[in-house]
């Protein structure tokens, strides 16, 4: 299976959760609602999830190996990071204080 497309939808400023993000498989199957969050010590990719009745959460898409996981995760962080520095390119600049 082969990710065909990463979109990033939104990227965010506040809090821990810093994008959501849309995939495609294979140029067939999309997922939405994956969500890049802030860690302790790095980023990573929380896949789209439901709360559960008694308030836990739990994925209702993911990948079956670690391997596969790993394949999206950096595909998508990396993505997240070109579209930061477009965005960061696209900015005003700012004019100098007089």
Do not use: C, Q, W
């Not at 990033?8 to 994956?34: F, N, P, Q, Y």
């Not at 930061?84 to 600049?93: C, D, M, Q, R, T």
């Amino acid at each position: 299976m082969k990710l065909t497309d990463i979109r990033i939808r939104k990227t965010l400023t506040e809090g821990k959760m810093r994008a959501v993000v849309s995939i495609t498989l294979d140029d067939e199957l999309a997922v939405h609602d994956l969500r890049i969050i802030e860690g302790a010590d790095r980023e990573f990719v929380a896949m789209p999830s439901r709360r559960t009745p008694e308030g836990s959460y739990r994925d209702i898409v993911h990948p079956i190996n670690a391997a596969f996981r790993g394949e999206i995760e950096s595909a998508i962080l990396e993505r997240y990071h070109e579209e930061l520095e477009h965005e960061k390119s696209e900015a005003p600049a700012e004019e100098p204080a007089l």
